[in-house]
Each structure stands twice: as C-alpha cells, then as structure tokens.
C-alpha cells in the first residue's frame, strides 16, 4: 500500500487590515505544525498548511490592490462580519485560529468562539499578536488579547513586559509565546547600489498633523536637492481613499502636490521588502520598516527632528544606536545599530548575516506549544478571557456590542446576516457608505478641527 499522506494543517485567520493580514498570515505559516513554510513553497505545496482567510468588514478592509501588494495567498480568501465568521468557525473544523485584530476584535472573538464551541469535544488553538512595534496601549491592548491560547511576542524585550503586565493584575501569563517578526527575511545589505538610494518609510498616523507632515516632506526634498546623485524615494502604505492599519488623514499625495520635488525624487509603493532590496539608507519616524532594514543589516534612521516621543512611538527606539535629525543625514551620517539593543528585538540575533539561523529557529516555541495543546487528551479547556461581564460589566459589553455580539458572546438581534451572500443593493450601499467614511475622515474632520483652533 502507498504511504498515507499527512493530513495537512487547517488555518483560518482573520485580519482586519492589509498589514495584519500581512502579519496574520505570514506568522500562521511559520507556526504551524508540521512542515515549515519554506516546505510549503516548494513544488510539494500539498505539504504545508490549508489556508483560510477571512478579512472583517469595516472600514480598513482591504482592496485587492493591497492584497496584491502585500503578496500573500491563501487557498480561500473572502470578507465577513464578525457574526459571520463565528458561523464559519462552527461549519468548518479547524486546527488552528489566528486573531490579527485590534484588541477590542480580539476580544470580541475571544468571547463569540467561546459560545459557540460550547459543547464541542474538540476545538482549534487560538492565537493572537501585534504586527509590530508595541508602543501604545500597552496594557489595554493586552488584556483585550487575554484568553488566547497563544498570546505571541515579537521580540524578548516584549515577551517580558507582556508576561509584567499579565501579572501584575493577575492574569495567566502562561500564553505569552516569544516569536519575532513574520516577515523579516531578504538578502542582506551588501553595498552601495548605483544610484544611491534613501527611502523615507512614511505612516499613516505618525505625525497625525499637517504641520508636521509637511516639515517631513520639505525635508525628504531638501535632501533630494542637496544630493542629486542620490534617488530618494518616499515610502507609502496606501493610495488616497484607501485605509490601511491606521487611519490617514493627510496623504502625502496631497502635501507633495504643493511642492516642487526635483527628478530625483518619486513616491513608491509596492512590497516593502522590494523596495529595501535596493535601499541603501532608510529613513522613518517609527515604522516597523525600521526593523526589517535592521534584519538586513541596511544602515537605518530613526528620525529625532520632531523630538523624541511616545506620542511617534520613536521613543521605542532609545538605546538603539539609529536615532539621528536630517541635519545629520543632509551632512553624510550613517548610523551603527547597537547590536545588544537589536538582539533584544528579535532582529538578526546572534545569526548569519542573512538572518537565516536563529531567525528561522524563533518560531520553534509557538509550533511545539501548538502541537502539543492539538494532542492534548480531551481536548482544549473553554476560553478565559481576563475581561468578563463580572470583572468589566462598564467595559465588556460595549466592545462586544460594536461586533453586534452580546455580553455572553451570542449575536445581538438585528445582527447581519450571516446566511447569504450580500446582493447587488447592499452591496452598492456598503461601498457609497465606506465612500462618505472615508470623505469625512480625510476631507471634513480636518476642517472641522481647523475651525476649533480658531
């Protein structure tokens, strides 16, 4: 008799965004039981996991333009409500779960799969993260993320303050999994390209004010003038009207429309880590880009011009060796990332230049934890989530509410539906409702506060 094929990994995972279904994805496959990833991308493809993904309606859903550019596939790919895909989750059986949400979705679903496998014998692991730099709403995004399984950390330095905040009020930090960044990998940095190249990594809530969005670009120009030779290149996350992560309501797009860059300055778009195949210097705020230009040994600036700060998230960055003002990049400067600093961060720790041996090895941990809660007799205990109705009675329920789910998990009436597909009217309405969203966020809101600071 033929030898009996494995039966492959079954993965959904759920992203509310391009990034985090970027991040959700990407990490799904490394942790996965089984072959690894890079397996899975060979010829013999039918050896890796089974990938679903399910992408929240809202109003950072992707479009395919940024699917297509975040350049990950899945074996099914489609767009749900929450009440839909806890439906999903009852129809389809399921080995592992990824949450790639904001905190209060995580905390929605953490609730709404706990209803809904009651009863079950068996149910699949559930795991969940955060796509990058955790330098915000450290303990309220965490303890929205409690109850999962696996609660991943990108680096060491956050699986220890994840692990404090847990028990500091006393919840079980035995989820805390320390992984590092799904996406880092690429060729390491071997030298000038001709031209050279600078690539200002833009966000799209960081700086969150004209004034200082447009201090940035002029900068970015200047230094297009002063080095001519250079090609400098001005990093975008997404095209006007499009959402992405955070909400961006003044697209560089639109600041550069009132300048005059010279011919060796242009705006990109595309995968990042083709755009860092031909940079030579990179430059940024407090992008997660940072980290995979460190990964790849590319000399990197976080910039210092706006102040060091919480508020840009590039306070994260003290002790790193990579904080520096455009005076000193317009006068030559290339930073030395302090390599203890970069290690803690789970960036090329301690492997080849390429990054590819402990890197590869992060993920070990999370696969073997999973395949070991997938073989335990009996089956996984419910989910236990940190917030309850008892312990959050004037929190819980309003986070759940958004998701159209009520305190116990169960939908709310007048839930959308979750039986069919939306017709040709509902659909044209979704899109004309997203449209005035999007109008308002990047086009009224910002007047309106301009007006409030007369």
Same mark, same amino acid.
């Given at each position: 008799? *033929?030898?009996?094929?494995?039966?492959?990994?079954?993965?959904?995972?759920?992203?509310?965004?391009?990034?985090?279904?970027?991040?959700?994805?990407?990490?799904?496959? !490394?942790?996965?039981?089984?072959?690894?990833?890079?397996?899975?991308?060979?010829?013999?493809?039918? %050896?890796?996991?089974?990938?679903?993904?399910?992408?929240?309606?809202?109003?950072?859903?992707?479009?395919?333009?940024?699917?297509?550019?975040?350049?990950?596939? %899945? #074996?099914?790919?489609?767009?749900?409500?929450?009440? @839909?895909?806890?439906?999903?989750?009852?129809?389809?059986?399921?080995?592992?779960?990824?949450?790639?949400?904001?905190?209060?979705?995580?905390?929605?679903?953490?609730?709404?799969?706990?209803?809904?496998?009651?009863? /079950?014998?068996?149910?699949?692991?559930?795991?969940?993260?955060?796509?990058?730099?955790?330098?915000?709403?450290?303990?309220?995004?965490?303890?929205?993320?409690?109850? %999962?399984?696996?609660?991943?950390?990108?680096?060491?330095? $956050?699986?220890?303050?994840?692990?404090?905040?847990?028990?500091?009020?006393?919840?079980?930090?035995?989820?805390?999994? @320390?992984?590092?960044?799904?996406?880092?990998?690429?060729?390491?940095?071997?030298?000038?390209?001709? *031209?050279?190249?600078?690539?200002?990594?833009?966000?799209?809530?960081? =700086?969150?004010?004209?004034? $200082?969005?447009?201090?940035?670009?002029?900068?970015?120009?200047?230094?297009?003038?002063?080095?001519?030779?250079?090609?400098?290149?001005?990093?975008?996350?997404?095209? *006007?009207?499009?959402?992405?992560?955070?909400?961006?309501?003044? =697209?560089?797009?639109?600041?550069?429309?009132?300048?005059?860059?010279?011919?060796?300055?242009?705006?990109?778009?595309?995968?990042?880590?083709?755009?860092? #195949?031909?940079?030579?210097?990179?430059?940024?705020?407090?992008?997660?880009?940072?980290? @995979?230009?460190? &990964?790849?040994?590319?000399?990197?600036?976080?910039?210092? #011009?706006?102040?060091?700060?919480?508020?840009?998230?590039? &306070? /994260?960055?003290?002790?790193?060796?990579?904080?520096?003002?455009?005076?000193?990049? #317009?006068?030559?400067?290339? *930073?030395?990332?302090?390599?203890?600093?970069?290690?803690? +961060?789970?960036?090329?720790?301690?492997?080849?230049?390429?990054?590819?041996?402990?890197?590869? %090895?992060?993920?070990?941990?999370?696969?073997?934890?999973?395949?070991?809660?997938?073989?335990?007799?009996?089956?996984?205990?419910?989910?236990?989530?940190?917030?309850?109705?008892?312990?959050?009675?004037?929190?819980? =329920?309003?986070?759940?509410?958004? &998701? &159209?789910?009520?305190?116990?998990?169960?939908?709310?009436?007048?839930?959308?539906?979750?039986?069919?597909?939306?017709?040709?009217?509902? +659909?044209?309405? !979704?899109?004309?409702?997203?449209?005035?969203?999007?109008?308002?966020?990047? !086009?009224?809101?910002?007047?309106?506060?301009?007006?409030?600071?007369?």
């Amino acid at each position: 008799m *033929p030898p009996s094929t494995p039966k492959p990994t079954r993965i959904a995972v759920l992203a509310d965004s391009d990034t985090r279904w970027k991040w959700g994805a990407l990490t799904a496959a !490394r942790i996965a039981p089984g072959p690894s990833m890079e397996a899975a991308t060979r010829e013999d493809a039918q %050896a890796g996991p089974e990938l679903s993904g399910f992408l929240l309606r809202g109003r950072a859903t992707p479009t395919a333009r940024q699917l297509a550019e975040v350049g990950v596939t %899945a #074996d099914s790919l489609r767009e749900v409500t929450a009440v @839909e895909f806890l439906r999903a989750m009852t129809e389809e059986p399921y080995d592992l779960v990824v949450l790639a949400l904001v905190g209060g979705g995580v905390q929605a679903m953490l609730h709404g799969l706990k209803r809904v496998w009651e009863g /079950h014998p068996k149910r699949p692991v559930v795991v969940t993260g955060y796509v990058g730099v955790v330098y915000e709403k450290l303990a309220d995004g965490l303890l929205l993320r409690h109850g %999962a399984d696996l609660v991943l950390a990108n680096s060491r330095q $956050d699986a220890e303050r994840f692990r404090a905040v847990y028990e500091g009020v006393g919840a079980d930090a035995s989820a805390v999994t @320390e992984v590092a960044l799904p996406f880092l990998g690429g060729a390491s940095y071997a030298g000038e390209h001709d *031209p050279y190249t600078v690539v200002f990594a833009a966000q799209p809530s960081v =700086p969150d004010n004209r004034g $200082d969005r447009t201090y940035l670009l002029e900068r970015l120009v200047r230094h297009a003038r002063t080095h001519p030779e250079r090609e400098v290149l001005l990093k975008l996350r997404s095209k *006007p009207g499009e959402h992405t992560t955070h909400i961006e309501e003044l =697209p560089y797009q639109k600041l550069v429309q009132r300048l005059d860059p010279p011919a060796n300055f242009r705006l990109v778009y595309g995968n990042m880590g083709e755009v860092l #195949d031909r940079t030579d210097l990179l430059v940024t705020i407090s992008s997660t880009a940072a980290l @995979e230009s460190l &990964h790849r040994r590319i000399p990197t600036v976080v910039l210092t #011009d706006l102040g060091v700060r919480e508020v840009l998230g590039n &306070h /994260h960055f003290v002790g790193s060796g990579c904080l520096a003002s455009w005076d000193q990049l #317009d006068a030559g400067h290339r *930073p030395a990332p302090d390599p203890q600093w970069v290690a803690r +961060q789970g960036v090329a720790a301690g492997g080849p230049p390429s990054g590819a041996g402990s890197y590869a %090895a992060a993920f070990d941990t999370a696969r073997e934890r999973i395949t070991k809660l997938l073989a335990q007799p009996g089956g996984l205990p419910p989910l236990t989530p940190y917030y309850t109705p008892e312990t959050a009675p004037g929190y819980l =329920p309003g986070i759940l509410a958004r &998701h &159209h789910l009520g305190p116990d998990g169960s939908p709310l009436p007048g839930a959308p539906a979750a039986d069919r597909e939306p017709g040709p009217v509902r +659909q044209i309405v !979704r899109r004309a409702a997203r449209g005035a969203y999007r109008h308002g966020v990047q !086009r009224v809101a910002p007047v309106i506060r301009r007006m409030g600071e007369l």
